[in-house]
């Protein structure tokens, strides 16, 4: 039973993946080490900004960073106000939670450290300007 849920499981993140466009641009990003956010179903999360609709940057109460991939498209999320996250009981997320927009939810694919977005995003308009 186990094997044919992972070989479905394999098969829907196949099906998935075949309809990104051939060209499609994938988000970019500075990866660091696998991470979690400890109490991020309480008070663990202070803010989020979506890349695109497969990423998202989130920072942790202490003002750390972190850089989340979804397996799939996440409609909506690159306009989300708000968001949840699920942590399946434990209150941690990690790289096997979800995140919930607009009452539909979204498996991760990977959650790692990252750098500030908007301290990188400065640094490209500085680079830009001496061009």
Known sequence: MKTLFQAAGAGAVAALLSVVPAGAAEPQATFGEDARIPFADTTGIRNFR????????????????????????????????AIGFVT???GTLDKFGQILVDGRTCQLKSLVTAEDPGKKAKAEKAASKED
Do not use: H, V
């Not at 979506?50 to 972190?66: K, P, V």
């Not at 996440?74 to 106000?81: E, M, P, R, V, Y």
């Open 50 to 81: 979506a890349e695109s609709d497969r990423a998202l940057y989130i920072e942790g109460q202490t003002g750390r960073w972190y850089y989340a991939e979804t397996m799939g498209p996440c409609t909506g999320l690159n306009f989300a106000n």
């Open 88 to 90: 399946k009981g434990a």
